[in-house]
């Protein structure tokens, strides 16, 4: 099984950038694709972006297109999520997990890390 840590999260102003990332260890994560997810109290976790097991093709949830890229760095095992102009609404708690293909992203398989807090001041 694949264990996954994020990490990168902060508090930052509007218009601001942070950059995530997911380390693993074990498993297939450099055969899986890779999604980031987000979640806000009382609600639930929502897609963000995901990468393929190449890192070739990408996608993206429409509120972040423009404004996020995610990407994978197969000998450091990591996945980043470059976080650019970020809104209030961006605040969440970030998470990575892995789906056997990019299509299938958004039904991700593995268990859920500690996540990593980005909050969004206006």
């Known amino acids: 099984q694949v264990r996954l840590v994020e990490s990168g999260g902060g508090l930052v102003q509007a218009g601001g950038s942070l950059r995530l990332s997911c380390v693993a260890s074990?498993?297939?994560?450099?055969?899986?694709?890779v999604g980031w997810y987000r979640q806000n109290p009382g609600k639930e976790r929502e897609f963000v972006a995901g990468?393929?097991?190449?890192?070739?093709?990408?996608s993206y949830t429409d509120s972040v297109k423009g404004r996020f890229t995610i990407s994978r760095d197969h000998p450091k095992n990591t996945v980043y999520l470059q976080m650019n102009s970020l809104k209030p609404e961006d605040t969440a708690v970030y998470y990575c997990?892995?789906?056997?293909?990019?299509?299938?992203?958004?039904?991700?398989?593995?268990?859920w890390g500690q996540g990593t807090q980005v909050t969004v001041s206006s």
């Open positions: 990468v393929s097991w190449s890192g070739t093709s990408r």
């Open positions: 997990n892995t789906a056997p293909t990019l299509a299938t992203v958004s039904f991700p398989r593995g268990n």
């Open positions: 074990g498993g297939t994560f450099s055969t899986d694709a």
